[in-house]
């Protein structure tokens, strides 16, 4: 047993069973204890790591915030490090495996009414089921016909039928359609129906869906498109433009700090002082909340599809334009601005 296999035995059976199915799902040849278990070995490390960012401040962001309290700084900056550091790993992790489970997901539910299609009318020709589930998967299925086949050989192999099947909902356990359809299949089985009519109805039925939740895409692509181009176009480029104002302020202030105007002069007692926000504070507080309003943007963008994956193509894509357009636009306001500073 390696170190992963005993850090993920350590884990509740739940969540064992969850990485389980996720690796499962994804058709990958990892355990996903050993997934799981690698998960806790980076939780450790980012550990580690959280706490030496905190306390040598390597990257200055106490330094910029002002911050000399050291229990302060070691409290609050090993939480935040390391909700990043493991939030990124973890967030890798699942990402991988959310991506390669939606693809066999996409793939099996194209496929699947064609499938059903031709193993009813293997049925109808007389062929026993596992026969004709066999026979159905084409090549041109791809992995949807590898992964049958691979549990239809256990069915030839002395297997009951209606386990094989469940095994094989089970390698595609993220398509709902696809469980459902085993389910009423093994269901037929068991009460005598006529398989060969439910197959073909089913396969009508889940024409309709698709086609169904095609129509709901194109309804709320608006939505997306606003939700989108505000969180990665308009919010970063107004911090910019906030952080640029800030440090014009910053500069003009500091050159009459502790300047008091006459009694005359708006009733007197006026003395101008630098801004207590820096801009080294509202740069970090920047990215701060762009990096937090795209976690839950792209959780409101994906929440119409059914695709798990979609939530983190989503956060990568946020995160990627918007930190782009927010470091871009400083470089230009730089240019702009450069001579009044």
């Given at each position: 047993m390696g170190l992963l296999y005993i850090l993920g035995k350590h884990l509740p059976e739940k969540v064992q069973r969850e990485w389980e199915l996720r690796v499962r799902a994804a058709g990958s040849n990892w355990d996903g204890v050993d997934v799981a278990g690698g998960l806790v070995l980076w939780a450790i490390i980012s550990l580690i790591i959280a706490f030496a960012l905190a306390y040598t401040d390597i990257l200055g962001v106490f330094k910029a915030l002002n911050i000399e309290n050291q229990i302060v700084r070691l409290f609050t900056g090993t939480v935040v490090y390391f909700a990043v550091l493991f939030f990124a790993g973890y967030a890798f992790v699942l990402g991988i495996l959310e991506y390669k489970a939606d693809r066999r997901k996409q793939l099996i539910e194209r496929y699947l009414p064609d499938?059903?299609?031709l193993i009813a009318s293997?049925?109808?020709s007389g062929?026993?089921?596992?026969?004709?589930?066999?026979?159905?998967?084409?090549?041109?299925?791809?992995?949807?016909?590898?992964?049958?086949?691979?549990?239809?050989?256990?069915?030839f192999g002395g297997k009951p039928i209606e386990e094989a099947l469940n095994d094989l909902a089970e390698d595609f356990n993220t398509s709902l359609i696809f469980k459902r359809t085993i389910r009423m299949i093994t269901e037929a089985i068991k009460t005598g129906s006529e398989l060969?009519?439910?197959?073909?109805r089913t396969a009508d039925e889940i024409r309709d869906i698709q086609q169904y939740k095609e129509e709901m895409k194109t309804n709320i692509m608006v939505y997306k498109m606003f939700i989108f181009f505000a969180t990665a176009l308009g919010m970063p480029f107004l911090y910019a433009v906030s952080m640029k104002i800030i440090e014009v302020?910053?500069?003009a202030f500091k050159q009459v700090e502790g300047i008091t105007l006459p009694e005359q002069l708006l009733g007197g007692g006026l003395t101008f002082s630098i801004p207590r926000i820096s801009e080294e504070a509202f740069f970090y507080f920047s990215l701060l909340s762009i990096f937090i309003t795209a976690l839950?943007?792209?959780r409101i963008?994906?929440?119409?599809?059914?695709?798990?994956?979609?939530?983190?193509?989503?956060?990568i894509g946020l995160w990627l334009v918007a930190f782009a357009v927010f470091f871009i636009s400083n470089a230009l306001l730089d240019i702009l601005f450069k001579q009044l500073l």
């Open positions: 499938l059903l299609i293997n049925l109808r062929m026993p089921l596992d026969q004709a589930i066999w026979a159905a998967a084409r090549p041109e299925f791809g992995i949807v016909s590898e992964a049958i086949k691979q549990r239809i050989k256990e069915a060969s009519t439910v197959l073909e302020l910053y500069s839950f943007s792209a963008i994906a929440a119409g599809e059914s695709s798990k994956s979609a939530y983190f193509r989503y956060l």
